[in-house]
């Protein structure tokens, strides 16, 4: 025995009239202490030593009176009495040596609790942190974390606490985080949790998430479980609170009638915290389209002027300070029809062209027409069976209401078809145009053959027509209000701790933050649209409406969406690297995707067992698409095949497809003639009529175009501390099989950004938007 147990062996102090004496409960506790004790250090030790100290203490003041007893009584008593006082005497100075708290901190089980504050502005909190431990065996008392003369949980930090226990907690499933007002309320941003256990064992808790005001948060452990798999009722309620919670603050709100559905929420400050930027000024619309103006060196009142541009060289003025080597090409040589061809491949909205198989009988294009613009001695209709032949048909902007908000500007738009060729050098050229839908003496399709301003404004109304169609659908709905719902829907119906959740939450950061933005200042009522573009006004919203009609499940799936279009092969076209590349990246998600899904799915009937991603896909269809039976989009998922191709289209859509059609925008639209955002004059009736002054007052006036080149300047440029694809910094998985699929997944990536490089290198027209080291993450801008 150690000097201690002696000193407590040796304890023999007589109270008296008391008929228990102190030396038999000491004495005793001891005892039952070193009887029970086990071979090596545990809770019982613990708990016993802990009990005997907190005795002594607790009657101390009885022990002291034992000096008071008789001193006869102490004489009788000889060699014990002193032997006592002795005692006594050491056990005074013992106690009063060490305070009760530190004796028992050293004595009782101890966690270590650390935890990581954001990096994020103002992630850091004054307010009083506390803590509860949850185990399989009981939970721990809640605990104040804070450090002496110590600034707890500064922006970036990492502490670390220790929380003392009467006894082992079990295995520890759960962590409770509170946070309290100190001084006024003060968000705070977690990053994780890691217990360190008595044992030596590490819990790992994720939480990425801001406490608000009183809140508090309780977190799961970090590895992915499936509903099936929790047996214990404490874990099941857990998960139902959390999704309970959840559908109360994530909403489903019809924006405007025809449209997926969205968040329920008027501005970006009324967004969930968790949802919200870190900086809402970084994406106030208003506020980086006067940074664009800035940028561009254009003049900061040209929004003011309702004047025409001189002449084309005039436009050249607004690019003084402009270096990108994409829009200094298209300047030179957007009047020539390889220009014009190449975009509908590799452009902002390379989504349109298809091959044609017929000619439609609204454009009655001849032979003797387009014949001159043919190559291999073959007639149209020759060249339509050889597969030479292609379309793009604008129909969904037919009957569109063009901007009327501002009664000094009439504004125009049309629904023009173009037929192109492919010729002998696999370039892809225009060789008619119609614009409209109905054929007529007062609607000619216009060759280019004919006079060169006649076939140049015939261009130019097309490409005006293609940036309609590129800003509102392929861009706003079926990227932004997609990924939306995709993620309003998992907010709603998976858990924190599902796998698929931590597949996702990644893809969705700040989509819907950015959407709600774009409902309060791009697309809402007297926004940017209205002020710029030929399809505000309530156009946009029309062409969204329409656009539902036809947007389907399998549209949204990369592969399916290329093959119905017939532009699938790509020895036929072997410049379309918007195809080649997103099918590269398709295939690296979708593996990447299979990879993690079957970790946790090990056969079709444990997904179809899983209620929570069934509700997931249900929630998509019957609330976000509002159960068009025409958008096809499935209710369940009977296999995992099903659930891969569902999530890489989620993934996707919100990663690959967004960046191929976003960041591209300055690159292909900055230059106004090659992109108006409206035009000012009707469309011509006849051929002949044309000159250089009509092309000039149709395109959009200065502050038209000041707004426009504002606006796909802004929308071009990435966010600050942008996440690229196959980049996680916050580690939802903390499971090493998933790990691994990660880490498979950006060697794929990197392999596809190398290829891309290579195919670029001296390309005049390098094509990059597909290239996954400029893809980032979700859809945020």
């Not at 508090?216 to 992915?224: F, K, N, S, Y």
């Not at 020895?571 to 590269?584: A, I, K, S, V």
Request: hydrophobic residues 35%; charged residues 25%.
């Amino acid at each position: 025995m150690s000097s201690s147990e002696k000193t407590f062996h040796h304890i023999h102090v007589c109270q008296k009239s008391c008929l228990v004496s102190y030396s038999e409960l000491i004495y005793g506790t001891w005892e039952e202490m070193w009887d029970l004790r086990p071979t090596g250090p545990g809770p019982s030790l613990h708990r016993l030593i802990a009990r005997s100290v907190l005795f002594v203490q607790e009657k101390w003041a009885e022990v002291r009176s034992v000096h008071q007893w008789n001193k006869r009584r102490f004489e009788q008593e000889g060699e014990t009495f002193v032997s006592q006082v002795e005692l006594v005497a050491f056990l005074q100075r013992f106690l009063e040596s060490w305070d009760l708290f530190a004796v028992r901190s050293s004595i009782m089980p101890s966690y270590t609790v650390t935890i990581a504050t954001g990096n994020q502005w103002f992630a850091g909190t004054d307010d009083y942190i506390y803590v509860t431990l949850v185990g399989t065996e009981q939970c721990s008392e809640k605990t104040l974390l804070d450090k002496p003369l110590y600034n707890d949980f500064e922006r970036g930090a990492v502490d670390s606490y220790d929380v003392k226990v009467d006894e082992d907690l079990g295995d520890i499933v759960l962590v409770k985080i509170e946070k309290r007002k100190y001084w006024v309320l003060d968000d705070w941003y977690c990053r994780y949790i890691t217990v360190k256990t008595p044992s030596g064992d590490y819990v790992e808790f994720p939480c990425f998430r801001w406490l608000v005001d009183d809140k508090e948060v309780v977190l799961r452990d970090g590895r992915a479980h499936l509903p099936q798999d929790d047996h214990s009722s404490l874990l099941k309620q857990h998960r139902q609170k959390e999704l309970d919670s959840r559908r109360k603050t994530y909403r489903w709100k019809e924006w405007q009638p025809g449209f997926p559905m969205s968040i329920d929420a008027k501005r970006h400050k009324d967004l969930p915290r968790d949802i919200q930027f870190d900086s809402e000024k970084g994406v106030d619309f208003v506020l980086n389209y006067s940074k664009a103006i800035e940028n561009l060196f254009v003049n900061q009142f040209m929004h003011m002027f309702q004047s025409s541009w001189s002449d084309f060289s005039d436009f050249d003025r607004i690019f003084l300070r402009i270096k990108n080597t994409i829009s200094e090409y298209v300047i030179q040589h957007w009047k020539e029809d390889f220009m014009f061809g190449y975009q509908f491949l590799n452009g902002c909205n390379p989504v349109l062209i298809r091959k044609c198989t017929k000619l439609p009988d609204k454009f009655p294009v001849t032979n003797e027409m387009v014949s001159v613009s043919l190559e291999r001695n073959l007639t149209l209709e020759q060249e339509v069976e050889a597969g030479n032949i292609y379309i793009v048909d604008y129909e969904i902007l037919e009957g569109i209401s063009a901007n009327s908000t501002d009664p000094c500007t009439v504004q125009y738009l049309t629904a023009p078809i173009c037929l192109l060729y492919k010729n002998v050098q696999n370039k892809v050229l225009p060789i008619a145009i119609q614009l409209g839908q109905t054929p007529g003496e007062e609607n000619p399709i216009f060759l280019p053959t004919d006079d060169h301003y006649d076939w140049l404004l015939a261009k130019i109304w097309v490409r005006s027509a293609d940036f309609q169609h590129h800003q509102t659908v392929t861009h706003l709905l079926r990227t932004h209000l997609m990924t939306e719902v995709f993620a309003i829907a998992m907010f709603r119906q998976l858990p924190a701790v599902h796998p698929v959740y931590k597949l996702l939450i990644p893809h969705i950061r700040f989509t819907i933050a950015i959407n709600t933005k774009a409902r309060e200042q791009l697309i809402c009522e007297s926004g940017i649209f209205d002020k710029a573009n030929a399809t505000g006004g309530g156009g946009h919203v029309q062409m969204v409406q329409k656009a539902m009609k036809s947007l389907t499940y399998r549209s949204l799936c990369f592969p399916d969406m290329i093959k119905a279009r017939i532009m699938d092969n790509e020895e036929e076209l072997p410049t379309y690297f918007y195809r080649d590349d997103g099918n590269r990246v398709w295939d690296a998600t979708k593996s990447f995707v299979s990879d993690v899904m079957r970790i946790y799915y090990a056969s079709d009937e444990r997904l179809q067992a899983d209620e929570e991603v069934q509700a997931f896909v249900k929630d998509v269809c019957s609330f976000g698409m509002q159960d068009f039976d025409r958008c096809e989009f499935p209710k369940s998922l009977k296999s995992r095949e099903e659930l891969i191709e569902y999530l890489t289209v989620v993934v996707f859509t919100a990663s690959a497809q967004h960046a191929a059609v976003n960041f591209g925008q300055y690159d292909w639209c900055s230059w106004i003639p090659n992109a108006p955002s409206t035009m000012r004059k009707p469309p011509p009736k006849k051929k002949g009529v044309s000159n250089v002054n009509t092309i000039i007052e149709s395109l959009p006036d200065r502050g038209r175009s000041s707004w426009h080149l504002g606006a796909v300047w802004a929308l071009s440029q990435y966010q600050e501390n942008e996440l690229f694809l196959g980049t996680y910094p916050d580690e939802h998985f903390i499971e090493k099989p998933v790990k691994v699929a990660m880490e498979k997944f950006r060697r794929q990536l990197a392999d596809i950004t190398s290829t891309i490089k290579r195919r670029n290198e001296g390309k005049k027209l390098p094509y990059y938007n597909m290239s996954p080291d400029k893809i980032p993450n979700s859809v945020a801008v």
